[in-house]
């Protein structure tokens, strides 16, 4: 069973490029959640998605960031009109349902952006 | 809100020696705690977890106690390696779908 998929792996954009991150989660598993991880920080929580719905989209920022869930394909996060401050490395899990004291989140490799 | 408070980093310890990262949290309602293990150039995995007060997570070695009365979940392992050499992060999650993370503390295990 495949783990958890990102790519690209390493991504360079010039300001005011956009960005697009791919997420494919562990089969079967139908919620995936991003978290930026700025240089020496933790990671913060963006988004959780589940097919087609949008469940939590409260550590997104109010602009330029978008993230889908399509019923077939992966998940996509979008960031229009990069600037240098969207540096990171940019996490995707997923787990098999999104309620549960018990549920684990399978991380991806994550997405390094680098804004030139 | 949420919030996960890691013991600063960096760690640097020699082979064998005992190691203590500390976490505390506060959270509302009662969280699932979470200790991850991130080595370079890696995502985020599992290294243990505990649902209730007293649980203890255990994972190669390492444990974790969740101690409801302190706030606590801090990380433990009697004898490190070489190959634990690696960033530590205290999670918790609340059912909500989203976790919340410490900062991190990087370990550095010297031969």
Not at chain 2, 73 to 92: I, P, R
Request: net charge neutral.
């Amino acid at each position: 069973n495949a783990g958890v998929m990102q790519n690209p792996r390493h991504l360079v954009r010039r300001r005011g490029q956009e960005a697009r991150l791919r997420c494919s989660p562990m089969k079967g598993h139908s919620h995936v959640y991003w978290y930026r991880q700025l240089p020496e920080e933790g990671l913060k929580f963006m988004v959780y998605l589940q097919k087609e719905n949008i469940i939590d989209e409260s550590g997104m920022p109010k602009e330029r960031f978008s993230a889908e869930f399509p019923k077939e394909g992966p998940s996509i996060l979008r960031i229009q009109q990069v600037v240098r401050g969207d540096s990171a490395a940019y996490f995707c899990a997923s787990s098999p349902t999104g309620t549960g004291l018990d549920i684990e989140q399978f991380f991806g490799p994550g997405t390094r952006l680098t804004v030139l | 809100g949420n919030s996960v408070t890691q013991m600063e980093g960096p760690v640097t310890l020699s082979e064998e020696a005992f190691l203590t990262i500390n976490c505390t949290y506060t959270a509302t309602g009662y969280p699932s705690l979470f200790w991850y293990v991130q080595y370079p150039g890696e995502g985020l995995q599992l290294l243990l977890k505990a649902t209730k007060a007293d649980d203890k997570g255990s994972n190669k070695g390492f444990e974790a106690t969740y101690r409801k009365e302190t706030t606590s979940f801090h990380l433990e392992k009697g004898s490190v390696q070489v190959s634990d050499s690696a960033v530590y992060f205290c999670a918790l999650d609340t059912n909500a779908g989203k976790s919340t993370f410490g900062d991190g503390t990087t370990l550095t295990v010297k031969p």
